[in-house]
Nanobody
Framework: DVQLQAFWGRLGAAWGSLKLSCEAS????????IGWFRQAPGKEREGISC???????TYANSVKGRFTISRGNTKNTGYLQMHSLKPEDTAVYYC?????????????????????WGQGTQVTVSS
C-alpha cells in the first residue's frame, strides 16, 4: 500500500534511517552489477554505491560509513541501507544494472549486457 509505505518511510526518515529496495522483473538481477544513484535538486545524477558481479562494494565519499549496499537472498533483489541521514541526502534515488562511482580521483565503473534503471524513489530528510 502506497500510503502505508509512505508512512513508514517518513517514520524511518524521522529516525534517520531508511532501506531502499530494488527488484528486477523479466531478468535475473543477480547476474548484473547493481548501482545506486541519486539526484539532488539542482544537481546532476551521481553514483553513490555499487556492488559488482563478484560481490565487491564501492561507496562515494559522501555516503561511505553511513550507507550499505547489498544483494537480497533472492536472485532479483538489491538493497541500500541508509543510516545517519542528513538533509544533504535529500534526492531521488535510483537503482540500476550499472555502476558509476567516483572513488578518490578514479571513476569506478561496472557494466554487463543490458542497462536497466529503476523509476526512482524520493527521499527527503528534513532539518
Amino acid at each position: 500500500d502506497v500510503q502505508l509505505q509512505a508512512f513508514w518511510g517518513r517514520l524511518g526518515a524521522a529516525w534517520g534511517s531508511l532501506k531502499l529496495s530494488c527488484e528486477a522483473s523479466g531478468f535475473t538481477l543477480d547476474k548484473y552489477p547493481i548501482g545506486w544513484f541519486r539526484q539532488a535538486p539542482g544537481k546532476e545524477r551521481e553514483g553513490i554505491s555499487c556492488i559488482s558481479r563478484e560481490g565487491s562494494t564501492t561507496y562515494a565519499n559522501s555516503v561511505k560509513g553511513r550507507f550499505t549496499i547489498s544483494r537480497g537472498n533472492t536472485k532479483n533483489t538489491g538493497y541500500l541501507q541508509m543510516h545517519s541521514l542528513k538533509p544533504e541526502d535529500t534526492a531521488v534515488y535510483y537503482c540500476a544494472t550499472k555502476c558509476s562511482v567516483i572513488v578518490g580521483d578514479t571513476l569506478w565503473e561496472r557494466t554487463y549486457e543490458n542497462e536497466y534503471w529503476g523509476q526512482g524513489t524520493q527521499v527527503t530528510v528534513s532539518s
